[in-house]
């Protein structure tokens, strides 16, 4: 197995909205906001290369949306999916499976591809299974209002609608492995309905990939939980148990969302579980 970090590209999210509760005064520490109050975000996804196999992890948020859309986001650098698949020897087409951790735009928008003639839309992995989850997949389809916003049927059923589509057989469980892919998957419930966090065997090490349980190093103390969350109250259980976990397990934690802190792990101080060590993928797996 070999894995690639896969650069979708970087954005700027509000700070407030990103800490919830917390006061700027504290979270302007770690991640530090512009004049607009917007902090650095990126889209880091992993590409995993096993046998003939090339599963992409997450997608980012593409560039099929309108230049309105895209101007509440205030997209920096240059680092899109194509050029980061390329640097690696790859191209979509390459592409076996694509896991989806939810559904909200930042994550699976590209997934999804104008057609040739701007007239709908296409899957932009033509040649790849989409794997979600039933539970998840109906929560998105079925959208609540608070959560609407993220779930853009655009980005949504063209996966379903090319019957490219498939289903992660779920037990029932809050961690399993599973049969269909190279990693296990643990859910939770406080972000969003069913969210995956994939259990990855690396090189002799564990590595999660965060997704939104903790979208960047600033959010490790437990009160730091994102306005985003649909349920905060269970986030804060959900991120407890895995933290202590992590820590105790020494896993490296693969930050999605971190634009300046890419793989870290934890540690037990007197405050509860911390900050330990960074590093960049790189220099952990090269």
Request: hydrophobic share 35%; charged share 25%; proline share 5%.
């Amino acid at each position: 197995m070999t894995i690639y970090p896969i650069e979708a590209g970087n954005f700027k999210l509000d700070g407030g909205a990103m800490f919830g509760v917390v006061p700027k005064t504290i979270w302007n520490r770690t991640n530090p906001a512009d004049s607009n109050n917007m902090i650095d975000i990126a889209a880091t996804c992993l590409l995993i290369e096993e046998g003939d196999r090339l599963t992409l992890i997450d997608t980012g948020m593409g560039d099929k949306q309108s230049e309105k859309f895209f101007s509440y986001y205030f997209q920096w650098g240059d680092d899109n999916l194509d050029k980061s698949l390329q640097k690696h020897g790859f191209h979509r087409d390459d592409i076996t499976d694509v896991f989806m951790t939810h559904l909200h735009f930042d994550h699976c928008g590209g997934s999804v591809q104008w057609n040739k003639d701007r007239t709908g839309y296409e899957p932009a992995f033509k040649n790849a299974h989409f794997w979600s989850n039933k539970d998840h997949w109906e929560w998105a389809t079925q959208p609540n209002a608070r959560e609407k916003a993220s779930f853009l049927k655009e980005n949504i059923l063209p996966m379903e609608e090319s019957g490219q589509l498939k289903f992660i057989d779920r037990k029932n469980l809050p961690y399993q492995e599973t049969s269909e892919l190279d990693f296990g998957i643990l859910y939770v419930d406080g972000h969003t309905d069913k969210q995956m966090i994939p259990h990855i065997d690396y090189k002799g090490k564990k590595l999660v990939f965060m997704a939104d349980l903790l979208p960047t190093a600033g959010h490790i103390p437990l009160p730091y939980v994102m306005g985003y969350d649909t349920r905060p109250l269970l986030t804060l259980p959900e991120k407890k148990d895995f933290l202590e976990k992590a820590a105790d397990e020494n896993y490296y934690l693969f930050l999605e969302h971190d634009a300046h802190n890419k793989v870290i792990t934890l540690k037990h101080t007197e405050k509860g579980v911390r900050l330990n060590e960074v590093f960049t993928f790189n220099e952990l797996f090269n």
